[in-house]
């Protein structure tokens, strides 16, 4: 991959009075500037006041350790929409989507429970063959010695075949899924026809349509294995229908949390792999290392770059005295990169000792629920990858990003599986 020449970084971010830097602009991950920027606050100012950011004032914390003190401390910090939720932008009442990641215990809990036998190892191991058969079609249809779109082709194919799975949907009407989890995510600055929250909230009111149809099918069924027939028979939300805004909320959890974080672990893996080709022919060479490759693609990709927290009484976090209803941002993309934590961080090693030693995943009570199910849907692309003995597949252009400082996603990235 011969990459143009970007301008460092690193001059503007050592240069930039401290109290200035703002690592909430959504540029700084859609360039791919952001390391410099951290490096400087995990050293400095680990625990950072921002006081003028794009998206108001707002704490940040940047190591490994003090974000998982944040992270697993839910009694001092609160992931409740009514206070704010789990990103960084403020939305009016009227357009905050409550759901179970976004509530604190007792609701938290009663709800995620409902979903959590999706992700049960007997119903991974029944999904397994299924991710199987459909990541060797998928594969196998792809042209040789052709550039293609991986992300349109792979990443996001085999996780909307997932995604339709998991909620029952139609499979001619899984791209719908896509669609709506692009909408809900999409940053309303970045210049899309999605512009506002109003014009989001109209496509997605399409999607609570959509579901609530489904919702009273299989209200009025037995009980089935999928996400909607769980929520509906469930104690804790099978009333959520009578609450747009809530209903609304668990769902485009369910949708993004089971699409948008795998999806962009397969396009930043395979873009790993490039960028450090000696780990690939390690990988070619002991096709085994795939279980060690998928946690470190999750820690290096990052896909969720960070959460949100407002704090519910005064909380000193690494000598900072973090006052009651101020936000703080655990960056995780951070978190990942701390020398102090992970050696060697900026490096791509599929054989680490301790891979899974990462954040990607959350800590405490809101810790991803598919998690599992992610590192799974990797393993399996990649097993099936090298049964096929391609040679490298080769990135030939730079990956298109997408303006957020939410999720770390890459909606293009050009490839060629060479012919021979």
């Known amino acids: 991959m011969n990459a143009p020449v970007q301008p460092d970084p690193r001059p503007d971010a050592y240069a930039t009075p401290i109290e200035r830097i703002d690592v909430s602009d959504p540029h700084l991950y859609q360039d791919d500037t ?58 009016p009442m009227d357009f905050r989507r409550p759901s179970f990641i976004s509530t604190d215990p ?49 990443s996001v194919e085999l996780t909307t075949q997932m995604l339709a799975t998991l909620f029952d949907v139609p499979f001619e009407e899984r791209r719908m899924l896509t669609d709506w989890s692009n909408v809900a995510t999409v940053n309303t600055r970045a210049g899309t026809e999605i512009d506002s929250e109003a014009k989001r909230n109209a496509v997605l009111d399409q999607a609570v349509a959509y579901f609530t149809d489904l919702w009273h099918q299989r209200a009025g069924q037995p ?28 769902l485009l959890l369910l949708i993004v949390g089971g699409n948008d974080t795998t999806r962009n672990s397969i396009s930043g893996g395979l873009l790993a792999l490039n960028q450090f080709p000696d780990q690939y022919r390690k990988l070619r060479a002991n096709p085994a290392l ?16 960070h959460m949100r927290r407002t704090a519910l009484a005064d909380t000193e ?41 990462h954040l990607s995943f959350g800590f ?27 040679p490298m597949i080769e990135v030939v252009g730079e990956p298109t990003r997408v303006y957020s400082n939410l999720l770390r996603s890459i909606s293009a990235l050009p490839v060629r599986i060479p012919a021979a």
């Open 34 to 91: 952001w390391r410099p920027w951290f490096e400087r606050l995990r050293r400095e100012d680990p625990v950072h006041w921002c006081e003028n950011g794009m998206y108001g004032a707002f704490w940040s914390v940047t190591r490994y350790r003090d974000i998982m003190a944040v992270d697993t401390n839910h009694t001092a910090f609160s992931s409740d929409a009514l206070l704010g939720g789990i990103v960084l932008r403020d939305l």
């Open 106 to 154: 007792p609701k938290h809990d009663a709800q995620r429970k409902i979903v959590a036998p999706i992700v049960a190892p007997m119903n991974l191991r029944n999904l397994s063959g299924t991710i199987r058969e459909r990541a060797g079609r998928i594969l196998d249809t792809l042209p040789r010695g052709e550039t293609f779109d991986w992300v349109d082709r792979v």
């Open 223 to 250: 009980p089935r294995p999928d996400l909607i027939s769980m929520l509906a028979h469930g104690e804790a939300t099978r009333d959520l229908p009578s609450r747009p805004h809530e209903f609304m909320g668990n």
């Open 290 to 305: 795939v279980t060690g490759m998928v946690p470190e693609t999750i820690r290096w990709q990052t896909p969720v770059i």
């Open 317 to 357: 976090v690494a000598g900072k005295t973090i006052r009651r209803g101020q936000k703080v941002a655990m960056w995780y993309l951070s978190g990942n990169r701390d020398e102090d934590a992970i050696e060697r961080p900026d490096d791509f090693i599929i054989d680490r000792a301790r891979p899974r030693q």
């Open 364 to 390: 405490g009570i809101h810790r991803c629920v598919g998690n599992r199910l992610a590192e799974m849907q990797l393993t399996i692309l990649w097993e099936e990858i090298l049964k096929r003995d391609w």
